[in-house]
T-cell receptor
C-alpha cells in the first residue's frame, strides 16, 4: 500500500506571496491532519479534515487554511507569507481520526520564505 | 494549554546499552500516547503506541505508561547506532471535544548511540 505523499517536496517563496501544498493520504484513510515543524516550536497541529469538513483547528492565524476533496486528498494554503512561515509542513493520515488510531506521516514539504 | 515535555538531550549511550527516554504531559484526560522516531531531514515514523497503564513491549522497544504520574517513557534495549535519531512523544487528549486528529508533540529528545 502506498504511503502518504506530499507535493511539492521543496518550495521557495518570497514574503507576501501565497502557497498551496498538497497531500494524498494512504488509500482508505479519510482523516488528514496538517502540522508545522520548526526548530523552535517543534511539531504543531494546524488542522484536521474528515469527509471534506474541518473538524479541528490549532492555534494558527487565518492565513493558514485548508480543504479536503471527496477523494480525501487535502490541500493547505498559506496566504501573505511571512519569514516565520519557513518550516517543514507535514501531513498525516489515519482511517477516521479517532483517538486510538495511528497517524502516518508523509515526507513533508519544506518551505523557505525569503 | 496542554503540554508535553521531553528532555531535549542530547542523550548519548554506548552501543548495546539501554536508552531511556522520558515524557510528561499536562492533561489528565489524555488517553492515547505515541512514540515517533524522526531521523534528520525525514518525517516522523511511529515506533509504538500505548493506551493502558503498565508496560508494552515490541522487540527492543518497551513503552511504559503511568497515568497517575502523567508520565510515559520509552526504553530501547541493545541500542544500535541506527537508533540515533530524535524521539518524539505525542499525546491525544480525549474528552476535549476537539481531539480529532490532534497530536500534541513534545519537542523531542535527540539520541546518539556511539559505536
Amino acid at each position: 500500500k502506498a504511503g502518504v505523499t506530499q507535493t511539492p517536496r521543496y518550495l521557495i517563496k518570497t514574503r507576501g506571496q501565497q502557497v498551496t501544498l498538497s497531500c494524498s493520504p494512504i488509500s482508505g484513510h479519510r482523516s488528514v491532519s496538517w502540522y508545522q515543524q520548526t526548530p523552535g516550536q517543534g511539531l504543531q497541529f494546524l488542522f484536521e479534515y474528515f469527509s471534506e469538513t474541518q473538524r479541528n483547528k490549532g492555534n494558527f492565524p487565518g492565513r493558514f487554511s485548508g480543504r479536503q476533496f471527496s477523494n480525501s486528498r487535502s490541500e493547505m494554503n498559506v496566504s501573505t507569507l511571512e519569514l516565520g512561515d519557513s518550516a517543514l509542513y507535514l501531513c498525516a493520515s489515519s482511517l477516521s481520526g479517532s483517538d486510538q488510531e495511528t497517524q502516518y506521516f508523509g515526507p513533508g514539504t519544506r518551505l523557505l520564505v525569503l | 494549554q496542554k503540554e508535553v515535555e521531553q528532555n531535549s538531550g542530547p542523550l548519548s549511550v554506548p552501543e548495546g546499552a539501554i536508552a531511556s527516554l522520558n515524557c510528561t504531559y499536562s492533561d489528565r484526560g489524555s488517553q492515547s500516547f505515541f512514540w515517533y522516531r524522526q531521523y534528520s531531514g525525514k518525517s516522523p515514523e511511529l515506533i509504538m503506541f500505548i493506551y493502558s497503564n503498565g508496560d508494552k513491549e515490541d522487540g527492543r522497544f518497551t513503552a511504559q505508561l503511568n497515568k497517575a504520574s502523567q508520565y510515559v517513557s520509552l526504553l530501547i534495549r541493545d541500542s544500535q547506532p541506527s537508533d540515533s535519531a530524535t524521539y518524539l512523544c505525542a499525546v491525544i487528549s480525549s474528552g476535549y471535544g476537539g481531539s480529532q486528529g490532534n497530536l500534541i508533540f513534545g519537542k523531542g529528545t535527540k539520541l546518539s548511540v556511539k559505536p
